[in-house]
Nanobody, 118 residues
Framework: QVQLVESGGGLVQPGGSLRLSCAASGSIFSLYTMGWYRQAPGKQRELVTTITTSGRTNYADSVKGRFTISRDNAKALVSLQMNSLKPEDTAVYYC????????????WGQGTQVTVSS
């Protein structure tokens, strides 16, 4: 079992920046691919970015060049630096962990709200 706790959401003006963090506990963090997903009102949850255990990253086209994911295996922490934020980035952001072998071991955080508005 993995527990994920997100922090860092809030209200920011267009063009601004936010940094989200996700603290993991309960299992061996380095055995999990970590990711961030988001869900806007009335829309399905969508992938934002993932980072493998070796540090390989993947980004949705909509956030490429603006968002950066990173992980610190020693601290069991994954972060999402979000720059040049747009109103369409407004959503609840969820941290996700998927075991690299047992793919059914898939865990979610409770989510953190990001609102981009002037």
């Amino acid at each position: 079992q993995v527990q994920l706790v997100e922090s860092g959401g809030g209200l920011v003006q267009p063009g601004g920046s936010l940094r989200l963090s996700c603290a993991a506990s309960g299992s061996i963090f380095s055995l999990y691919t970590m990711g961030w997903y988001r869900q806007a009102p009335g829309k399905q949850r969508e992938l934002v970015t993932t980072i493998t255990t070796s540090g390989r990253t993947n980004y949705a086209d909509s956030v490429k060049g603006r968002f950066t994911i990173s992980r610190d295996n020693a601290k069991a922490l994954v972060s999402l630096q979000m720059n040049s934020l747009k109103p369409e980035d407004t959503a609840v952001y969820y941290c996700n962990a998927v075991h690299i072998v047992e793919r059914n071991r898939n865990y979610w955080g409770q989510g953190t709200q990001v609102t981009v508005s002037s």
